[in-house]
């Protein structure tokens, strides 16, 4: 018995020494991320249903210097995809829908025969992009399914192409879904999801809250970004810019799901462990139904993208304003990755950094942490800064490219945002620093 336990032991002891030396290289990554601006969040990632690296870096509210926590609650934007994708697979399997039924039959005033409920599931439906919202909200008041559905259903605008024969990205479509929940559940959205998802999955403190409702929740991460015109970090939903936010936080089934990476974790693994649909259902919800038309070849699913690099992939993201989520999941290998941020603005985010550089440290066991951008951290403080301070910050990138990046592309697009912006001194001295042989 004492050999027996011996074998075991050295047999164990590599694979436990290699998981530690993996979790000290992800928190040396997430730490530097997070001391150079480039993450503020919460993460959690997993390997075979087991944690391998959780963390929590960053302030929930910046003004009281309220430090988040490991069950504090994001808006999670379009990651609530996922659970409206499984909700129709839920009635399909309890013979109440069928996917390839017609979104017409359950929805009588929905004016498009032609779409089924699978071509909403896999953004195929042709529904126009612009009835999102109806035109000219206020958006100082919170927008309804009901309001957004009802302009849709009086408009009847035309589709934008035949449904199945493409596919383009609609938020329209997974509300269209949420009131198909609904009809044929006979439950409101929010209850159907708590009854049948949120609880039998173990998400205790996931749930579905607008603007008004989140501010009677405890611990709760506020959205923020860092605004180039003011030079500071700002809370999106008050810039007039994002005003929108307010607006749209009212409607569900393509978004507005808080949550929290401990809860997303669970529900993971309810769905491995078959808790909340059948292997046969998650496989359908996985597969690659139909093209992204993006340029990295990815796939649509049902409420998921569906990757094919380095192996298959399945993702579910979302962001908005202040706020970036992404559950990025190696189903056949099991290994998981979730994070959540709550400081995002899409064009000053290093978030597309973060899985290149996990996949480093969990397939190759190699530690690169990503450089920061030239074009990003120039964007920072091109309106706000002199002219001097400008020059002084190119000087130190050029002077240090174990640490920059000089991504090009990104500085010309800055360079041209200058000169729309009558900053053309600065335009000029960019393009004079960074031109050829500089």
């Given at each position: 018995?004492?050999t027996?336990?011996?074998?075991?032991?050295?047999i164990?002891?590599?694979?436990?020494?290699q998981a530690q030396?993996?979790?000290?290289?992800?928190?040396?990554?997430?730490?530097?991320?997070?001391?150079?601006s480039?993450?503020?969040?919460?993460?959690?990632?997993?390997d075979?249903?087991?944690v391998?690296?959780?963390?929590?870096?960053?302030?929930?509210?910046?003004?009281?210097q309220?430090?988040?926590?490991e069950?504090?609650?994001f808006?999670t934007g379009?990651?609530?995809?996922?659970?409206?994708?499984?909700?129709?697979q839920?009635?399909?399997?309890?013979?109440?829908?069928k996917l390839t039924?017609?979104?017409?039959?359950?929805?009588?005033?929905?004016?498009?025969?032609?779409?089924?409920?699978?071509?909403?599931l896999?953004?195929?439906?042709?529904?126009?992009?612009?009835?999102?919202?109806?035109?000219?909200?206020?958006?100082?008041?919170?927008?309804?399914?009901?309001?957004?559905?009802?302009?849709?259903?009086?408009k009847?605008?035309?589709?934008?192409?035949?449904?199945?024969?493409?596919?383009?990205?609609?938020?329209?479509?997974?509300m269209?879904?949420?009131?198909?929940?609904?009809?044929?559940?006979?439950?409101g959205?929010?209850?159907?999801l708590?009854?049948?998802?949120f609880?039998?999955?173990?998400?205790?403190?996931?749930a579905i809250?607008?603007?008004e409702?989140?501010?009677?929740?405890?611990n709760v991460?506020k959205?923020?970004?860092?605004?180039?015109?003011?030079g500071?970090?700002?809370?999106?939903?008050?810039?007039?810019?994002?005003s929108?936010n307010?607006a749209?936080?009212?409607?569900?089934?393509?978004?507005?799901?808080?949550?929290?990476?401990?809860?997303?974790?669970?529900?993971?693994?309810?769905?491995?462990?078959?808790?909340?649909?059948?292997?046969?259902?998650?496989?359908?919800?996985?597969?690659?139904?139909?093209?992204?038309g993006?340029?990295?070849?990815?796939s649509?699913?049902?409420?998921w993208?569906?990757?094919?690099?380095?192996?298959?992939?399945?993702?579910?993201?979302?962001?908005?304003?202040?706020?970036?989520?992404?559950?990025?999941?190696?189903?056949?290998?099991?290994?998981?990755?979730?994070?959540?941020?709550?400081?995002?603005?899409a064009?000053?985010?290093?978030?597309?950094r973060?899985?290149?550089?996990?996949?480093?440290?969990?397939y190759?066991?190699?530690?690169?942490?990503?450089?920061?951008?030239?074009?990003?951290?120039?964007?920072?403080?091109?309106?706000?800064?002199?002219?001097?301070?400008?020059?002084?910050?190119?000087?130190?990138?050029?002077?240090?490219?174990?640490?920059y990046?000089?991504?090009i592309?990104?500085?010309?697009?800055?360079?041209?945002?200058?000169?729309d912006?009558?900053?053309?001194e600065?335009?000029?001295m960019?393009?004079?620093?960074?031109?050829?042989?500089?």
């Amino acid at each position: 018995m004492k050999t027996t336990k011996l074998i075991f032991a050295l047999i164990l002891f590599p694979a436990l020494m290699q998981a530690q030396d993996k979790a000290a290289m992800l928190d040396s990554l997430f730490q530097t991320m997070h001391q150079r601006s480039q993450f503020n969040g919460n993460v959690l990632i997993a390997d075979q249903g087991e944690v391998l690296y959780q963390n929590s870096l960053g302030y929930a509210h910046r003004g009281k210097q309220i430090a988040l926590k490991e069950n504090t609650l994001f808006n999670t934007g379009s990651v609530s995809k996922a659970f409206t994708a499984l909700a129709i697979q839920q009635l399909a399997e309890k013979d109440q829908l069928k996917l390839t039924g017609k979104a017409q039959k359950y929805l009588p005033e929905f004016a498009y025969p032609s779409v089924t409920v699978h071509h909403l599931l896999i953004h195929s439906s042709g529904l126009p992009w612009e009835y999102q919202m109806p035109k000219d909200w206020d958006n100082s008041k919170i927008a309804t399914n009901e309001e957004v559905l009802k302009n849709l259903y009086s408009k009847k605008p035309d589709l934008e192409f035949t449904p199945g024969e493409q596919a383009n990205y609609s938020n329209l479509g997974y509300m269209v879904l949420a009131e198909i929940v609904e009809e044929v559940s006979g439950e409101g959205f929010e209850t159907y999801l708590q009854h049948y998802i949120f609880e039998p999955a173990g998400m205790t403190r996931t749930a579905i809250y607008n603007a008004e409702e989140i501010k009677e929740v405890e611990n709760v991460a506020k959205g923020y970004l860092f605004y180039p015109f003011t030079g500071r970090y700002e809370e999106a939903i008050k810039l007039d810019k994002f005003s929108s936010n307010y607006a749209i936080s009212g409607l569900y089934g393509d978004g507005n799901v808080y949550s929290t990476t401990e809860d997303l974790f669970s529900f993971c693994k309810a769905l491995k462990k078959e808790k909340l649909i059948s292997k046969t259902s998650l496989e359908i919800a996985f597969e690659k139904h139909i093209s992204t038309g993006d340029q990295y070849g990815n796939s649509y699913g049902y409420g998921w993208t569906i990757s094919g690099a380095p192996g298959k992939l399945v993702q579910r993201g979302g962001e908005l304003p202040g706020y970036v989520s992404d559950i990025i999941w190696d189903v056949k290998n099991d290994k998981l990755l979730i994070y959540l941020m709550n400081d995002y603005l899409a064009y000053l985010s290093y978030n597309r950094r973060i899985f290149p550089a996990y996949a480093e440290v969990v397939y190759s066991n190699q530690l690169k942490i990503p450089k920061l951008q030239a074009s990003i951290e120039l964007t920072k403080i091109a309106v706000t800064s002199s002219l001097e301070e400008m020059k002084t910050k190119i000087r130190e990138i050029k002077n240090h490219p174990e640490l920059y990046q000089t991504d090009i592309g990104g500085l010309k697009f800055l360079v041209k945002k200058l000169q729309d912006l009558g900053k053309k001194e600065k335009a000029d001295m960019m393009m004079k620093m960074f031109g050829p042989g500089r």
